[in-house]
Structure formats: C-alpha cells, structure tokens
C-alpha cells in the first residue's frame, strides 16, 4: 500500500514538471470589435483577454454581436472571431471583429563563422475555417506575418517577397508557409509572428454591401503552429545547402532544434521532474527488496 501511495504522490509531481515546459510567450494577446456608421457615431471594445464577447447596446434597428478567442504557446498562434449582425442598420456600416496573436523571439544563431551571413528557414503549418452567411462582399480573412521575413512560400498562396500572407474567401484552408529570414552569425536576430483573425461586415461605403441577417466567422485557433526550422548557408531568394551543425539559439527557452519545436522547461521544472522521477525510483526500490508474508 504504501509502494501505491508513494506512486501517487509522485505522478501529480511527474505530470507539474512536465507540463511546466509549455509556457505562454505572448508579447499582445487582442479582441477587437470596431464599427463605423459613416461618422455618425461609432462603437469600440478592445480587451486583451484571451476570450472576449461583444453586444452593442446603442444600435437602433439592428444588432451586433460578437466574439474571439487568442492563444499562444511554445511559438505556436491561434485566433479566431466571428460576428453577427442583424436588422437595418439606416446607413452605411463597417463592423470589423478581430482576435490578433504575436509571439515575440530573439534568437542567435551559432555553428558558422562569427560575422558571416545564412538564411533561416522557418515553417508553419496554417489551417483553419472562414465560413459567411448572407450576401456581399465577405471579405473576412486570415493573416500571418513575419516581420523579419525577406521572402514567402505557400503550398496555396503562392509565394513572395515580405513577411505577409493571406487567407479569405469561404473555405477550409490547409496550408503551409515557409518564411526565409537573413541572419548574421553570432548576432542577435529579433523575430515576431502575428496571426489575425478577422470577420468583416460592410453595407455601404463601397457601393452594394453585405445583406443581413449576417454571420462571418474566421477559425484558425489551432493552427500557426511552427513545424520546423532549418538553417541554410545561402539568401531567402537562394538559401542554397543546408549547415546541419548550426544551432538556433532562443531568449524565449523556445527549442528550435531538429527533433520538434518545444519549450524547455525552467530550472523548477527540471526539479520537480527529478523529484518526482525520484520518489518513483525510491517507491519500486522498496517494493522489489520487501520480503513476502504468508500465512500459514
């Protein structure tokens, strides 16, 4: 019995140190709701809570309603939005709802000649649901940027110079974004990845708008993951052959290394993991040398 307590005092351990690893690293977490009655009068929320809902409470004839979740963790972003608007809104109106996630890095980069140049080379896996009922211009989209990024591809949106890339239009999106980053060998190279999710009303402005009753939802919570990052000796527009030695070095704890993207636990984490794995150790120790009783 006391083997089954000592076991159950360390998993709880065993499962904290483990879980200590994936931290958070959000530099902004944003909900936005933002409409425009061509300036006769205007509503706004920004929050930036991980969740947030939105009901306009000075409409007249017609309502707004909406909501959005952000995430980040170990390099991964996640957003998602989606409004509603219903009656006649007797002018024109723009309602924009946006959830916006960014993780922020420094990284070095080490294993080349101190001062000489490379490329890096970092993908992401971006899936995700924009979904538009009613009629009209249905302009919500999906945006990943990069800001230090020279050059793009997508499997589906193409490729280019820059760090932006966009997804709109109805559909379910599976695509993957590979960003090329110039980097300098034994300097620091400061990154930021932005994913935004943003659902879009229009009636007016641009001549025929959207119709309602109306709901536009954009889904990409369980995406932007990063899936791999290599380092390569030449530029974005040539990155040329592969420096399998180098090393990417992370301010964030983040591990960018070749076996998977994963945060690196704090000194407190590898304590309780070693004291948990210790309790363990000593609870089957004991167990095995305990001499058995029979009764006669």
């Known amino acids: 019995m006391k083997v089954l307590t000592r076991s159950l005092v360390a998993l709880p351990l065993l499962a904290i140190a483990l879980g200590a690893g994936a931290s958070m690293y959000a530099d902004t977490i944003v909900g936005q709701v933002g409409q425009n009655l061509g300036g006769s009068g205007s509503n706004l929320l920004t929050t930036n809570l991980p969740s947030w809902t939105f009901m306009c409470t000075t409409c007249s004839g017609y309502g707004i309603s909406a909501n959005g979740a952000e995430t980040v963790n170990a390099g991964s972003l996640g957003a998602s939005s989606s409004v509603t608007v219903t009656g006649t809104p007797g002018a024109d109106l723009l309602v924009t709802a946006s959830s916006d996630a960014l993780f922020s890095d420094t990284l070095t980069i080490t294993g080349g000649a101190i001062g000489t ?50 997804v709109d239009g109805n559909g379910t999106y599976n695509d993957t974004v590979t960003y090329y980053i110039a980097f300098t060998y034994g300097t620091a190279l400061p990154t930021e ?14 001549g025929p708008g959207d119709s309602t009753p109306y709901t536009a939802s954009v889904n990409y919570y369980n995406t932007a993951a990063l899936t791999s990052a290599l380092v390569f000796a030449g530029t974005p527009s040539d990155p040329g ?9 992370s301010a964030s704890g983040l591990n960018y290394g070749p076996n998977g993207i994963s945060a690196v636990p704090e000194p407190s984490a590898w304590f309780l993991f070693a004291s948990a794995l210790g309790v363990l150790a000593l609870a089957t120790r004991r167990g095995a040398f305990r001499p058995t009783l029979r009764s006669r």
């Open 193 to 206: 990845i932005d994913l935004d999710a943003s659902s879009i009303f229009v009636a007016g402005f641009y």
């Open 241 to 249: 052959a592969e420096n399998a030695a180098a090393v990417i070095g």
């Open 117 to 166: 140049s490379g490329v890096l080379e970092l993908t992401y896996a971006l899936d995700g649901v924009i979904s538009n009922t009613g009629t009209g211009p249905n302009s919500s989209n999906a945006s990943l940027y990069m800001t230090a990024a020279s050059n793009f591809q997508s499997v589906n949106e193409g490729s280019g110079s820059g760090g932006y890339v966009e």
